[in-house]
């Protein structure tokens, strides 16, 4: 236990060192993956899109029937608390990370009702986009999507996105591109876009993909820059000929796909490099993140 880090957690109404931390065996999180989590990022101590992200956590909430244990002003007391401790380590750009469980109870398939939530929350330094990474591009590589049909529900249960990202990871890719039925879905753990003439395409808001907080900001940022978004179905075969791929996350922000499968993506001189339409993004993004954070 002494490679853990020494740095302070939440749990259960109390802060300690996170290496101490303990929940029971028994709890539903350990036994059934039973819970949701949110990761908050935070920009030199200043949380971004805050309210978005608490919107989807209370979304994850109801979805499994486990009752919000605060309120967004008390989970912010606690992920400023969190970011400060690690900014005394000179942390700048950090993580928050924020789990629920239904808590603990006999191993029984059934939601037992009224149990008192476990929560968690920890603090960790933001691993972003190398530059040579901005540059470039990163290679993803495609697979069918496996996961179950939930994937709205933000849940600890993450093991079929632990696999997809194991096949990119064992194809010395940076993100595998999943289709469910011959439709584009979403990364193990990004959202990806689609760019054709000048419009960004990506999946419809369902239960098929986790709406990424990103998924407003992209929308936000294309009507900003004029350019056209569009929220469909995708096809494999519009994905393959795309002028531009793009993965969104807290971390990725907006991130230039550069070759898919080990063929470079787009045409003619912009083969194989990041696109205007990427760049153009991320530039908003950065200043969303200068205008919005909290």
């Not at 350990?30 to 949110?38: L, N, P």
């Not at 495609?142 to 993450?158: N, Q, Y």
């Not at 054709?196 to 992209?218: A, C, H, Q, S, T």
């Amino acid at each position: 236990m002494t490679d853990l880090p020494d740095s302070l957690c939440f749990l259960d109404g109390d802060y300690g060192p996170l290496r101490e931390a303990r929940v029971s065996v028994l709890d539903r999180g350990f036994i059934f993956g039973d819970g949701i989590y949110e990761v908050l990022p935070a920009y030199g101590g200043r949380v971004f899109r805050f309210a978005e992200h608490m919107a989807r956590l209370e979304r994850s909430l109801r979805e499994l029937r486990i009752p919000n244990p605060f309120s967004p002003d008390e989970w912010l007391g606690i992920a400023r608390r969190l970011i400060a401790d690690q900014q005394t380590r000179g942390v700048h750009d950090q993580l928050v990370y924020i789990q629920i469980t239904r808590g603990v109870a006999p191993r029984d398939h059934v939601m037992p009702p009224g149990l008192q939530p476990t929560v968690f929350a920890m603090a960790n330094p933001m691993k972003l986009a190398t530059p040579e990474q901005r540059a470039h591009g990163v290679a993803c590589v495609t697979a069918d999507d496996f996961r179950w049909r939930k994937a709205h529900i933000k849940a600890t249960s993450l093991l079929g996105s632990v696999m997809a990202r194991q096949i990119a990871a064992d194809a010395g890719a940076v993100e595998v591109v999943m289709f469910r039925d011959g439709f584009l879905s979403e990364g193990a753990s990004s959202n990806v876009w689609v760019v054709k003439d000048g419009v960004v395409m990506g999946p419809p808001k369902d239960n098929l993909v986790l709406e990424g907080i990103r998924f407003g900001l992209i929308e936000e940022l294309c009507r900003q820059q004029g350019l056209r978004h569009e929220l469909r179905r995708v096809t494999r075969a519009e994905v393959l000929s795309a002028d531009e791929l793009l993965l969104s996350s807290a971390t990725k922000e907006v991130l230039s796909i550069t070759t898919l499968d080990g063929t470079p993506v787009g045409h003619g001189a912009q083969r194989g490099q990041p696109g205007p339409v990427c760049a153009s993004l991320y530039a908003g993004y950065q200043r969303a993140v200068a205008a919005q954070s909290i």
